[in-house]
């Protein structure tokens, strides 16, 4: 019994060193709903101010999605420019005051406090990305894509937070070209 105790404590102690997940939120400027039939699905990509894997990660999501690499007069071409990202910061109370009373076996009474003090910076990034599709024979559809991650005081890394919004990006954009 004493040794499934220890495990417990032990398994649970390393469950907090994961590594923790960050949370990002996508929105457009407009909306964009492509209702004309694509007679092909070819496409081809431009992309600035991205990873170098951005624009592989997105033809890899598209193939898996049906489309495939023009190798010439593409049916839809992306352009995609990402306009900026940037670390922000806030501050927020941490003040609280806690009271707690108990009791255990053997005529054991307790009594306890608890006081946070100060402040606590809260970090998250926030990036917008310019996108444009061309249907070929068609219309041109453009939007802003607005990224925010979840305020959090972890502060993640920048590169971590680039992979974030690019998947998140990534995933937008084959909904668009899906119809929903």
Known sequence: MKNIIISLLIALTFIGCGKSIQTSYLSTSDPV?????IKGKSFSI???????????NL????????YKKAIKNPDIAIKIALNYIRKNSD?????????????????????????GSGYESEYFYDAQASLYIAINNG???QTNLNLQ?????FD????????????????????????F
Do not use: C, H, V
């Open 33 to 37: 709903f492509i209702t004309e039939n």
């Open 46 to 56: 431009a992309s600035q101010n991205f990873t170098p894997n951005f624009e592989q």
């Open 59 to 66: 033809s890899q999501a598209l193939e898996k999605n049906g």
């Open 91 to 115: 501050i927020r109370n941490n003040n609280f005051m806690e009271f707690g009373f108990g009791s255990g076996g053997f005529r054991r009474i307790g009594f306890g406090s608890g006081f």
């Open 139 to 141: 219309k041109d559809y």
């Open 149 to 153: 991650s979840q305020k959090s005081s």
């Open 156 to 179: 993640y890394g920048l590169n971590q937070t680039k992979d974030n919004f690019e998947s998140k990006i990534i995933d937008k954009i084959i909904e668009i070209l899906n119809g």
